[in-house]
T-cell receptor
């Protein structure tokens, strides 16, 4: 079974600054996907960024980038130029690769508060 | 709106009552998932369907829970004889097998059992 650990229950950052959210995972699988999802207060969860484990290059999506360290089983999210709209719960999630697999395993989340 | 929709958004019920939630997927999304999210936790997998077939059920899904997807489109999740421990957000997510690795989530149904 896979486990996902987010060790930071809450983080705070000021607008325009950079923040990094941590995630570690445990698996015996060699092929998998990793995700960061964002859940704003009272709004639905949306995908922020994804990483395929077979790719060495770290994924980036505009102000969001990841630091994927496969050997260390670490998958952190960096948010640059933080905006007020980034205030949300952020979940790290794991999914085994393969057509028969698509269930997500989530961490407990990190609440990010962006202040003016 | 072409996203995943869920109904109702909120449900308050008394212990022992039955409740049913509905999820309408994005069209052409053949996989549909149910997750449960309790306060301060990440979502936990309950069950999923590929078209109308229920392919996997979590150990979290007690025999009081039943899910259906009769025509491979919308899905229902029923909880019989609700207990206070069933209070949670119930999330539905759907996926297109042609784009395997992204699940789209609905807004959730928040259940409060008094």
């Amino acid at each position: 079974a896979q486990t996902v650990t987010q060790s930071q229950p809450e983080m705070s950052v000021q607008e325009a600054e950079t923040v990094t959210l941590s995630c570690t995972y445990d698996t015996s699988e060699s092929n998998y996907y990793l995700f960061w999802y964002k859940q704003p207060p009272s709004r639905q969860m949306i995908l922020v960024i994804r990483q395929e484990a077979y790719k060495q290059q770290n994924a980036t999506e505009n102000r969001f980038s990841v630091n994927f360290q496969k050997a260390a089983k670490s998958f952190s999210l960096k948010i640059s130029d933080s905006q007020l709209g980034d205030t949300a719960m952020y979940f790290c999630a794991f999914m085994k690769q393969g057509r028969g697999y698509s269930t997500l395993t989530f961490g407990k989340g990190t609440m990010l508060l962006v202040s003016p | 709106d072409t996203g995943v929709s869920q109904d109702p958004r909120h449900k308050i019920t008394k212990r022992g009552q039955n409740v049913t939630f509905r999820c309408d997927p994005i069209s052409e999304h053949n996989r549909l998932y149910w997750y449960r999210q309790t306060l301060g936790q990440g979502p936990e997998f309950l069950t999923y369907f590929q078209n109308e077939a229920q392919l996997e059920k979590s150990r979290l899904l007690s025999d009081r829970f039943s899910a259906e997807r009769p025509k491979g489109s919308f899905s229902t999740l029923e909880i019989q004889r609700t207990e206070q421990g069933d209070s949670a957000m119930y999330l539905c997510a759907t996926l297109n097998l042609a784009v395997l690795n992204e699940q789209f989530f609905g807004p959730g149904t928040r259940l409060t059992v008094l």
